[in-house]
């Protein structure tokens, strides 16, 4: 059993700054990538940032310049820096990591339960 836990959403003024976090716990033996999603009312899940277990890192153009995506592979924790938010930023954000259980099986995606961001105008 895998879980993924995050925290650090809330309520802020446009060009203010949040910090996400998630962190994995239960039975594993690696996490390969970890990613942020999010949702808004009305929309569909949209990737936001992938980050791999090297540390490479990718973000939808929407955010570039703006948020961050980082680990702590020993903490098994994935963090999303949101610098500049904006209104439009506002959703719930999910974080997914595809863990191996065991060395010799494959890999499979797991999620968090959400975080809700507003940003007000």
């Known amino acids: 059993q895998v879980q993924l836990v995050e925290s650090g959403g809330g309520l802020v003024q446009a060009g203010g700054s949040l910090r996400l976090s998630c962190a994995a716990s239960g039975s594993i033996f690696s996490i390969n990538d970890m990613d942020w999603y999010r949702q808004a009312p009305g929309k569909q899940r949209e990737l936001v940032a992938t980050i791999t277990s090297g540390g490479s890192t990718n973000y939808a153009d929407s955010v570039k310049g703006r948020f961050t995506i980082s680990r702590d592979n020993a903490k098994r924790t994935v963090y999303l820096q949101m610098n500049s938010l904006r209104p439009e930023d506002t959703a719930v954000y999910y974080c997914?990591?595809?863990?191996?259980?065991?060395?010799?099986?494959?890999?499979?995606?797991?999620w968090g339960q959400g975080t809700q961001v507003t940003v007000s105008s």
């Open positions: 997914r990591a595809a863990v191996k259980t065991t060395s010799w099986g494959l890999s499979r995606s797991y």
